[in-house]
């Protein structure tokens, strides 16, 4: 049984930094790019691609609104993928959520929702302005 399990959420000040975990277990890790997704509060939000890491980090993607405040990075031998936010701003407040997507399919495009294959339950960010 697959299961990414995210944590590091809470409340910060805006200008702050949190640091998200996401680990996996029930999956070869290195054979999955993995993203994180976010959901601001508020009925009808949509599903908003932050960050893509591809097995060997040698392909990085960020929205553009989280470019040079956000890292994402992953730790193979730990099966865990990192998401460092710095200079947080109180639109980064949602539910941040972790995705796998399995990368020897083609054509697979790691900004779209739909191409991932497992979801974590999420973690929630309140950034205080």
């Known amino acids: 049984q697959v299961q990414l399990v995210e944590s590091g959420g809470g409340l910060v000040q805006a200008g702050g930094s949190l640091r998200l975990s996401c680990v996996a277990s029930?999956?070869?890790?290195?054979?999955?790019?993995m993203g994180w997704f976010r959901q601001a509060p508020g009925q009808g939000q949509e599903l908003e691609f932050v960050?893509?890491?591809?097995?060997?980090?040698?392909?990085?993607d960020y929205t553009d609104s989280v470019n040079g405040r956000f890292t994402i990075s992953r730790d193979n031998s730990w099966n865990t993928v990192y998401l460092q936010m710095n200079s947080l701003k109180s639109e980064d407040t949602a539910d941040y959520y972790c995705?796998?997507?399995?990368?020897?399919?083609?054509?697979?495009?790691?900004?779209?929702?739909?191409?991932?294959?497992?979801w974590g339950q999420g973690t929630q960010v309140t950034v205080s302005s």
């Open positions: 995705a796998a997507t399995y990368r020897f399919r083609s054509n697979y495009d790691p900004r779209v929702r739909r191409w991932y294959d497992y």
């Open positions: 029930g999956l070869t890790f290195s054979s999955y790019t």
């Open positions: 960050a893509a890491i591809s097995w060997s980090a040698d392909s990085i």
